[in-house]
């Protein structure tokens, strides 16, 4: 039970994504301490965290959990497709959270983690690993 658990694509999307959601939210923090010194805007750095985040991510994804075949440069761009979204809807709400809510941009990048996660999850599953046969 445990081992089919563990070998579970949920699963893996799990554990893959928890390291993703570091990794992406320690690439922000890196950034916005280091860019925001010489004035570079905080949503800036969300940008370039995020394409080094869809990068990492996109290679873990497809090496350990949906391990497909082939097809790379066509996965790759649908990837980019369904973070894309997510990063339309990670920058409307890092500018609410900041300039409205006035939190701070690396607290609201971990709160916004949370949405984020779920809409990729859905957007992967459905469409970026979706081969239909």
Request: with cysteine; aromatic share 16%.
């Amino acid at each position: 039970m445990i081992k089919k658990i563990i070998n579970s694509e949920k699963f893996k999307y799990i554990i893959v994504g928890i390291w993703n959601t570091i990794f992406s939210y320690a690439a922000f923090i890196a950034l916005y301490y280091s860019m925001t010194k010489h004035d570079i805007h905080y949503t800036l750095v969300l940008v370039v965290s995020q394409i080094v985040g869809i990068t990492n991510a996109y290679i873990c994804y497809k090496v350990f959990v949906f391990k497909t075949k082939g097809n790379i440069v066509r996965e790759y761009l649908k990837f980019y497709v369904v973070y894309g979204s997510t990063l339309a809807v990670n920058f409307i709400l890092i500018l609410i959270l900041v300039e409205l809510g006035g939190l701070n941009p690396v607290i609201s990048q971990g709160l916004i983690a949370i949405v984020v996660v779920i809409m990729a999850y859905i957007g992967h599953v459905k469409f970026s690993f979706n081969n239909p046969k």
